[in-house]
């Protein structure tokens, strides 16, 4: 996802406030529009933003950035080839 877009599209005025294994944190709902995987485009997506875990970031050895939720993926089937660091959509 390109950040500098990513800016425009925030709404800070209707942040929420959650509980989780970190603590409180703060979350802002944003609307990014247009979320691509390849040859998969999905516009208009609704989303949150907040902070990655310092725990999660680094833990399996990539870097995750943030996290695509079962909203955006049950439109597919996809498989994950974690040794070819390689996603495959198809859809229904």
Do not use: H
């Not at 005025?13 to 998969?40: D, H, I, N, S, Y």
Request: zero cysteines; hydrophobic letters at 45%.
């Amino acid at each position: 996802m390109r950040q500098a877009g990513l800016a425009a599209a925030l709404r800070p005025e209707e942040a929420l406030t959650g509980v989780g294994g970190g603590g409180a944190q703060q979350l802002v709902p944003v609307t990014v529009p247009e979320v691509r995987f390849g040859p998969v485009v999905q516009r208009k997506v609704e989303g949150l933003v907040g902070p990655v875990f310092p725990g999660l970031e680094w833990r399996f050895g990539f870097r995750v950035g943030g996290i695509i939720a079962q909203d955006f993926l049950r439109s597919y089937r996809w498989t994950i080839d974690w040794t070819q660091m390689r996603l495959w959509f198809e859809t229904f």
